[in-house]
């Protein structure tokens, strides 16, 4: 089976701080990986994702995560973060070969950015 | 067309209505998927196609009953609902290895 976790439920920190959002997948092969955001009332956008090749993405808004397979990690980072960054981000996991390709999210983690 | 097209976007029902909510796309995806999404909470799967046949169900009550006419179309019905299945009901697609998955923006769903 896979899960995910995301280590912070919370988070709270100032316009042009740096933003980093762990994410931990247990899952015994190999994995597509993703972090979606959600805007307060809005639907799931997609920031990033990870299939193969360079470890470190780069994604929409200036966000990029890197895959670290030796630490089952996909941490998010953004080196300086907007008011307009305040949403609710996901990560989540699809092991592939398994069975409906089903995705997995994590808990998720608010994020508030104060101006 | 690289989008996912939830049809209505908000959906009003009594706990006798039946309604269905609608969703198409045209990526040539061959899997599709049902997600429910509580307020403040991650997605959760309901239902997965794969080829048009039903492949995985996450044990959702029999109330609701997903439906794979074709490709590019899914549908749930919704039958004698409980105002604690009020959701925002997301619809995904992806390519049969999981690559490209995609979701759609939404149904909001309140019953009364």
């Known amino acids: ?115 | 067309d690289t989008e996912v097209t939830q049809t209505p976007k908000h959906l009003v029902m009594g706990m006798t209505n039946k309604k269905s909510l609608k969703c198409e796309q045209h990526m040539g995806h061959r899997a599709m998927y049902w997600y429910k999404q509580k307020a403040k909470k991650p997605p959760e799967l309901m239902f997965v196609y794969s080829y048009e046949k039903l492949s995985i169900n996450e044990s959702v009550p029999s109330r609701f009953s997903p439906e794979c006419p074709n490709s590019s179309l899914l549908n749930l019905h919704l039958h004698a609902l409980q105002p604690e299945d009020s959701a925002l009901y997301l619809c995904a697609s992806s390519r049969e290895n999981g690559e490209g998955y995609t979701f759609g923006s939404g149904t909001r769903l309140t019953v009364v």
């Not at chain 1, 247990?26 to 994995?31: A, E, L, M, R």
């Not at chain 1, 994702?49 to 990029?64: A, H, M, Q, R, T």
């Open chain 1, 1 to 115: 089976a896979q899960s995910v976790s995301q280590h912070n439920h919370h988070v709270i920190l100032s316009e042009a701080a740096s933003l980093e959002l762990g994410c931990n997948y247990s899952y015994g092969g190999t994995v597509n990986l993703f972090w979606y955001v959600q805007y307060p009332g809005q639907h799931l956008q997609l920031l990033l994702k990870y299939f193969s090749g360079d470890p470190l993405v780069k994604g929409i808004k200036g966000f990029e995560a890197e895959f670290i397979k030796s630490k089952f990690s996909f941490n998010l980072r953004k080196p300086s973060v907007q008011w307009s960054d305040t949403a609710e981000y996901f990560c989540a996991v699809n092991g592939r070969k398994a069975a409906g390709n089903k995705l997995t999210f994590g808990g998720g983690t608010r994020v508030l950015v104060k101006p």
